[in-house]
């Protein structure tokens, strides 16, 4: 019988007396609090995640609260995951943050060492970090200082050899460059679907883009679970989601070795982030979280359409009002608004502006800055990514310029 099967039988045979329970209850939360007045001055912190079965959860939180320690932002804390077999969403990641924080997986020590979560003074919220609602995330705060500073995370040599491995097996040269692609669809999260559907893409306007990069000789991986619609064969481009060589390992490998990663509004980019690789975020939404990312990402948000109006929005007059914090589907529904995803030509410019800076570097105009600075400057406290350091689109703002000055 496990650790956690035996206190659940334990507790039901008490239950059955209650005299008995109340008893018991009482001197167990005494002894509990005797127990944990040492951990308290060890500065011993359990951590609070958001969703630990969410991998950008998974990966964002632990590695802001890391960062904001190292950064001597705040004061030093031992912190404890508490993590039995099969509740993380990634258990190769959940083992690379060994490195930093005590990560708990015994089923027996977790329902010993949970009873200690019932004291304020012994936890540690991480999901504040990113759950924000109408407010600034503070890992924005953090990512900013940490600049370009070294990722935390490197991918150890088994997994490295072992990955390469895998992929030889499926005709990949050693020596490839791989490029990871992954789109939010609707079979990620079928329980919340209906709040956060707005940040699903379409796959397709991905396509030309990655066909591109593969033209180059880049082997492109597209990620996922196999929710996801199939795609077809195409040269040099590998439906990694459908394969059966898919498992948690591979996932942080692929996404840890990536020349660069090409996403959308999901959680899977953080992976290749805490790795160190660039990001190249296109079709983000809300407005407001379009600085979120890194120093080395870039990224460009989905265009605001007005029903009501018959036009798009301009940039300026979503920061001015609530609309640009907007979280959940509803609230455009609501308001007659929709989401219109980045075109073909708006993603494979995003793509070859990240891989030009993650090699020999871009050149920007004095007026590409200018449109850096106009757009940043709309954001004000309050806003999710306010103060982020990530870059827009460098095309992305040229194109719709007008949007940047308020006509549509």
Request: aromatic share 10%; with cysteine; glycine share 8%.
């Amino acid at each position: 019988m496990s650790g956690r099967a035996w206190f659940a039988s334990l507790k039901e045979r008490i239950r059955r007396h209650p005299r008995a329970f109340k008893a018991v209850a009482a001197i167990l939360r005494l002894i509990l609090g005797v127990l944990s007045a040492p951990l308290y001055p060890a500065r011993v912190k359990f951590l609070r995640f958001t969703a630990l079965g969410r991998i950008g959860h998974l990966a964002a939180e632990p590695d802001i609260f890391i960062k904001e320690r190292m950064l001597g932002m705040r004061s030093w804390v031992y912190g404890v995951i508490l993590s039995p077999p099969g509740t993380a969403a990634n258990e190769c990641l959940l083992d690379y943050w060994r490195r930093h924080v005590k990560v708990v997986r015994s089923s027996l020590w977790v329902a010993i060492l949970s009873r200690f979560q019932q004291f304020p003074h012994l936890c540690f919220d991480v999901g504040r970090y990113t759950l924000a609602i109408n407010e600034t995330a503070p890992s924005v705060a953090v990512q900013a200082a940490w600049g370009n500073r070294p990722a935390l995370l490197a991918l150890s040599a088994q997994h490295q050899r072992e990955g390469r491995a895998l992929l030889s097996a499926l005709g990949v040269p050693a020596d490839a460059g791989i490029i990871c692609f992954h789109c939010r669809e609707e079979g990620f999260s079928p329980s919340d679907e209906a709040l956060h559907s707005f940040r699903n893409c379409n796959i397709e306007n991905y396509l030309p883009a990655v066909a591109a990069l593969a033209k180059q000789g880049y082997w492109c991986m597209r990620m996922g679970d196999p929710t996801m619609r199939r795609l077809g064969t195409m040269e040099r481009i590998l439906d990694y989601a459908h394969l059966e060589i898919r498992s948690d390992w591979m996932d942080v490998f692929l996404c840890a070795s990536c020349r660069f990663f090409l996403g959308s509004p999901s959680g899977l980019s953080e992976v290749a982030s805490v790795f160190g690789r660039p990001c190249a975020m296109a079709n983000q939404a809300p407005l407001s979280t379009l600085l979120k990312f890194g120093f080395n990402d870039v990224a460009i948000p989905k265009l605001l359409w007005s029903d009501e109006q018959g036009r798009y929005l301009g940039f300026r007059e979503i920061f001015d009002s609530e609309i640009a914090n907007f979280r959940f589907t509803t609230q455009y529904r609501e308001r007659g608004l929709r989401l219109v995803e980045n075109t073909r030509e708006d993603i494979s410019d995003l793509a070859l502006e990240v891989l030009q800076r993650s090699s020999k570097g871009t050149a920007y105009s004095s007026e590409d800055e200018e449109r850096q600075r106009r757009f940043k400057a709309l954001m004000r406290p309050g806003h999710y990514s306010y103060g982020g350091v990530t870059r827009i689109g460098r095309d992305f703002l040229r194109k719709y310029a007008n949007l940047l000055d308020g006509k549509s």
